[in-house]
């Protein structure tokens, strides 16, 4: 019996990769979470006052937690070169794990709360899938192309 290793077959087992994406996600999860968490408490706070469902709050939500994210990233790689540069650097960003970490926040939290909903419990949850699900997709990119947002 032989065994063949494929070439382009990647290393689960790096801990300085998986620290270095663990950190790269959660600067991600800080940026989401601010434009997911403030759109979902304004309209709490507000008591929805257009009527808008539970998906398009969600969806809003999403929406901002991608533009909050980008802002982010912006303001983080100004530090390391031209504000051009690091607004396109942002915005190359991989989008699957940005959407992929609000998804998994959003339905964490219609499934514990029934809409959108934030309590003090709920939030720890939604963080934890938040970080979690892009993980693994973030550790790949980091491997496999040495792609990082930061």
């Given amino acids: 019996m032989t ?11 790096c801990k300085h990769t998986w620290k270095r994406a663990s950190v790269n996600t959660l600067w991600c999860l ?18 929805n006052p257009w009527g808008l469902s539970v998906p398009l709050i969600m969806s809003l939500a999403i929406i901002n937690g991608l533009i909050t994210s980008i802002m982010l990233e ?3 790689l100004s530090r390391q070169m031209i504000l051009k540069e690091a607004f396109k650097v942002a915005i190359g960003m991989s989008l699957i794990s940005m959407i992929s970490m609000e998804v ?4 964490v939290d219609i499934l514990l709360t029934g809409g ?3 309590t003090w419990w709920v939030i720890p949850f939604m963080l934890l899938a938040g970080f979690i699900t892009p993980l693994p997709y973030n550790y790949y990119r980091l ?8």
């Fill in 143 to 150: 491997k496999k192309y040495g792609k990082a947002c930061h």
């Fill in 3 to 13: 065994t063949t290793i494929e070439k382009n077959s990647i290393s689960w087992k």
């Fill in 116 to 118: 959108a909903i934030l």
């Fill in 30 to 47: 800080l940026g989401c979470s601010i434009g997911d968490f403030g759109t979902i408490t304004f309209f709490q706070l507000t008591g």
């Fill in 104 to 107: 998994a926040m959003n339905i």
């Fill in 74 to 76: 912006t303001f983080i």
